[in-house]
Structure formats: C-alpha cells, structure tokens
C-alpha cells in the first residue's frame, strides 16, 4: 500500500453533488480533492456515447428555484445550454394521455363513465376520510383521489418503478414527488363549470446540448482548472476515524490500494455504503441500519433507429401492464445533437433489482425485449431499429420502502457525531433529489465543513409546494450562504 500523503478535504464522488461540492472550494482557495469510482463523472447524469449517439440516463431536464444554481449552469455552458419544449404523455390501457394530466383528455380517452366513476371514488373518500394519517404511498394517494384513480394513473407505474406494491412504500415518496393537483378543480374544469389553471410541472426545461454529462464534464474541467484535482476509478473503500473525527480514507485505484489523510470529507457515495466503510466498525444498530437501506436499479436499453422522428414526446410513461417497460426517451426530442443526421437514439427504461432475472439476461435478449415491446404499443417500427444495447445502472434510485426512514434517521444521527465529515445529493442522504436539490445539498456542506457552520442539509427539498415555478428568492436563502457558494 502507498503511503499517506493529505490531501486535504476529500470529496467522494464526481456526481452532480461532488462536482459542485468541488466547485464551492475552488472558488473559496480551499484544498481538496474529488475521488469517483467510475471511469467517467457525473453519476447518473451522465451521457453514454456511441457511434456518434448519446443517452442519457434517465432524461435530465435542468429546472430550478434557486437563482445560484440556475446561474452557474448558465454561466457553465453558455449558448450550449438550450431552452426546450416539454411534451409528455402516459400510455395506459392502449391509449396515450397527455402528462401531466388534464382532465379533458382523460374524459375524452377514459370515457365519461369511467371518470364518473372516478369522480364517485374520489367523492367516497372525501365524504369517509381516514381518520390517521397515511403512512403508505397507496393510503396517501387514495385519500386525495380516490382508489379508482390510484388503480388507474398510480398503481401500475408505480410498482413497476419500486418492484413493490404501494402498501410496502412509505407515504413521503408521495409527499415528494406528487406535485399539488387538485381532483375536485380539474374535473369542474372539465365539465365546463369552472375554469381554472393548475400549473403541477413546467411546460419548457434547460438541457445540455450534448446531453447532461456536458455539464458535468464542464464542471470537471472549471474545478481542476481552479486547482481541484478529480480522480475517476479511485474507489474509497475504507473511511478511517478517530476521536470523533475522520482522519483517512483507503481507495482502489488502477495502480493499486492507496492511503491518504485528510482534513475532512464530504461524502456523496451511497450513505449505506459509508457507514459500513467506516473503521473502526460502527455499533451494531447502525450496521444494521445500514444493511436495512434499499436501492433500485435500472437497465436502460438504448435502441438506435433509422426513423428520426418515431415519436414527438420527449419521453413516455409506459403504465400499460401488458410490458415491462416503464418508461420510453426519445433522445432527439431533447436535443438534435443527441442523435445522429437522418435517426434517432432511444432509451427504454427498465427497473429492476442487482441481479434479478432482468438484471441477468443476455444483451440480445434485452435489445430484443426493449425492440418488441415498443413496437407493441405504436412507438417504432422494428424493421427501423439498426443496433441496441443495454447500460445497467446500480443504485438509481434510493427506496422509501417501509422503514427505511427510521434506518436514515439512524446513520444521519451517527454522521453527525463526526466533526469534519458531511454527506450530500441523492444516494449521499438516501433521497430522491432532484439535480438541483443535490447541488444546494453540497453546497450547504461544504461551506458547513469550510465555515463550521450548522446549515441543515437533510431539509433542502422536503418542503411540500416545491411546484418547479419561478426562483426562490436570494433574500430567503440568506445573502450570506449565497456569497458563500457563488
């Protein structure tokens, strides 16, 4: 093993959040170093490319309340950073509806009657409401709509994304993620007795020209330009402490196990991983703790067809039962740079567990499965699809299955006993964070490393109206923080 050598304030991970965590300390003269375990940054935003077609992830849109990080990503990419139309919809049942969705269109394609019944649902619940409050993500959204329509537009997506039913996962993925669409307003509106407009997602979105990982690659460049190195495929296996405090880390890199001192770290990696990293062991309840967290991974089968233009939407929820799809990108729709003149690059998204039968299946077979599936429900033309392959992706998406949020309460209250080491984005707090939220994250901890200060990290994000309009004002979030970061 080489030996130590400081390094200064270690950052784990070259995501989103470890990149602007780097970022903040360029910008402040501080002393650090970014450590990612994959060959390319960016975590899961970032864009694989082939022969000249790029996918994305997932689909990145950029959007954001917070005027720091809408600048930064302005001032990033410049003119590479492209304003876009947003158009999606959701195939259930052999129709397509428009997403989000309104109520007109869902009469027109559900039909009168079954709306009704819908209505008749939704009206049951409001005249017998639940007395507790929901804890489950099924309870929760059948107390707002009724469980006709949880049947509908929730239970089948739903499950597919989190491979459990929606009694098994906890009501704050709800919370979260369910922007404020009122049942009662939408469907008068749609009768023609009241007009009304609920704004729930916005209607255009920033986005990298060449994808997300342009972002992230510019960011890359901008820190180590400042003096922050970023070092990819150098995994931190071991985290050693003492005291109270974190003293070294130990990484697999290519030239083999390495050892370096630091003043403190700011971990992005997945906070379970952390925690059983950590040496000397933590206690057995937090071990426990650790094991007891979930994630969910993803198989995204990219398919390069001859048609350029197979389908308007940037993206399709697929809720139909009848495949195992979930959802459907159309990669030029979000930038023509994405794909090459005369085709188009797709992404077919899969969720599923590490290892798992899908998770296992041959390659052919799931550019086979991706290619028949989409041609099952009128996306493409089989014939058209000249070449496919599938990029797994582990640990996509942290779940909130039933008691999860005691175990992250239990690792949050053990990180934070360590006086130099803080943890930030999506998998760093086992949260489902938007691109933005995980900067605002790393941002509050790093200047909390740098500053000795105490700004919660783990309530960015948890306020319930947060219904992507207009900026959060600078005054809200504290002059300050904002010179601190910017």
């Not at 950052?11 to 965590?21: D, E, F, S």
């Not at 970032?46 to 917070?66: N, P, Q, S, W």
């Not at 219904?467 to 979030?477: D, K, M, P």
Request: net charge neutral; aromatic share 10%; proline share 5%.
């Amino acid at each position: 093993m080489a030996s130590s050598e400081s390094v200064g304030l270690a950052v784990i991970g070259a995501g989103p959040a470890g990149l602007t965590a780097a970022h903040v300390l360029s910008r402040r003269g501080a002393h650090g170093i970014v450590y990612e375990a994959d060959g390319v940054v960016g975590g899961i935003s970032k864009t694989v490319e082939r022969d000249g077609y790029r996918f994305d992830l997932g689909g990145h849109r950029f959007f954001t309340r917070i005027g720091p990080i809408q600048r930064l990503w302005e001032e990033t990419l410049g003119d590479e950073f492209l304003l876009r139309p947003r158009l999606s919809r959701i195939f259930y049942r052999g129709r397509f509806f428009a997403y989000p969705l309104r109520a007109e269109d869902v009469i027109r394609r559900l039909g009168l009657i079954e709306v009704l019944r819908c209505a008749g649902s939704w009206l049951a619940v409001r005249l017998r409401p639940r007395r507790e409050k929901p804890t489950t993500f099924e309870d929760w959204v059948t107390d707002r709509f009724g469980r006709r329509l949880y049947e509908v537009f929730f239970r089948t997506y739903t499950e597919k994304v989190w491979g459990i039913p929606g009694s098994e996962i906890e009501s704050e993925w709800a919370v979260q993620r369910i922007k404020n669409l009122s049942f009662r307003e939408a469907f008068v509106s749609a009768l023609g007795l009241k007009r009304t407009h609920v704004t729930s997602l916005i209607e255009e979105f920033r986005y990298p020209r060449l994808g997300p990982g342009q972002m992230w690659e510019a960011f890359r460049e901008r820190v180590e330009a400042s003096g922050i190195p970023v070092l990819v495929r150098h995994r931190v296996t071991k985290v050693e402490h003492r005291k109270g405090r974190i003293e070294a880390i130990e990484l697999e890199t290519p030239l083999g196990t390495v050892r370096r001192s630091v003043s403190g770290v700011l971990s992005t990696m997945p906070l379970s991983e952390l925690v059983l990293a950590l040496d000397p062991v933590p206690p057995r309840r937090v071990v426990e703790a650790a094991e007891r967290l979930r994630y969910r991974d993803m198989i995204v089968v990219g398919l390069i067809t001859s048609d350029p233009d197979p389908f308007p939407d940037n993206w399709i929820y697929v809720h139909d039962p009848g495949v195992s799809v979930g959802r459907v990108q159309n990669f030029g729709a979000w930038s023509a740079s994405m794909t090459r003149p005369g085709a188009t690059s797709l992404g077919a998204e899969y969720f599923c567990f590490e290892n798992d039968e899908l998770w296992r299946k041959p390659d052919s077979e799931l550019v086979e499965l991706a290619a028949s599936e989409l041609a099952s429900i009128g996306l493409v033309d089989p014939a058209h699809i000249v070449e496919g392959f599938p990029i797994r992706v582990r640990r996509a998406y942290p779940m909130y299955d039933r008691g999860y949020g005691e175990a992250v309460t239990c690792l949050r209250d053990y990180v934070a006993s360590f006086t130099n080491l803080q943890t930030a984005g999506r998998n760093g707090l086992h949260r489902y964070n938007n691109q933005d939220h995980s900067m605002w994250t790393a941002m509050l901890a790093t200047v909390n490393l740098l500053d000795g200060a105490d700004h919660d990290v783990w309530a960015v994000g948890t306020e319930s109206d947060y219904l992507e309009r207009g900026l959060v004002s600078e005054s809200a979030l504290g002059s300050e923080l904002v010179d601190a970061v910017s």
